[in-house]
Nanobody, 124 residues
Framework: QVQLVESGGGLVQAGGSLRLACAAS????????MGWFRQAPGKEREFVAA????????TYADSVKGRFTISRDNAENTVYLQMNSLKPEDTAVYYC?????????????????WGQGTQVTVSS
């Protein structure tokens, strides 16, 4: 079964850090562009970060640049999102997603496979 499973969410105070993990099964993350998105209550899902399947630059939403880092551990077949200097406005359900096999990073939210999400809550 092909699936993505997020973990690592939780409650943290403003200024703190969390590391989200996205464990993949049924696909090899090193062959897919991978992305992170988030959805806050009452808002649309928004892009957070993405990385290409091959050597290339990752991209970030302006709101998280310099604070969040997307990375991949091929041996663990897992994608991570390191989140530092968290703010209350980062509170949301965070989703990881996989694009097409060895394709470019999808435009917008046109990813093929999504995880179920993990809740991140940042208190002020």
């Amino acid at each position: 079964q092909v699936q993505l499973v997020e973990s690592g969410g939780g409650l943290v105070q403003a200024g703190g850090s969390l590391r989200l993990a996205c464990a993949a099964s049924g696909l090899t993350v090193s062959n897919y562009p991978m992305g992170w998105f988030r959805q806050a209550p009452g808002k649309e899902r928004e892009f957070v970060a993405a990385m290409p399947w091959n050597v290339g630059r990752s991209t970030y939403a302006d709101s998280v640049k310099g604070r969040f880092t997307i990375s991949r551990d091929n041996a663990e077949n897992t994608v991570y999102l390191q989140m530092n200097s968290l703010k209350p406005e980062d509170t949301a359900v965070y989703y990881c997603a996989a694009g097409g096999w060895r394709s470019t990073i999808p435009n917008g939210n046109k990813y093929n496979l999504w995880g179920q999400g993990t809740q991140v809550t940042v208190s002020s």
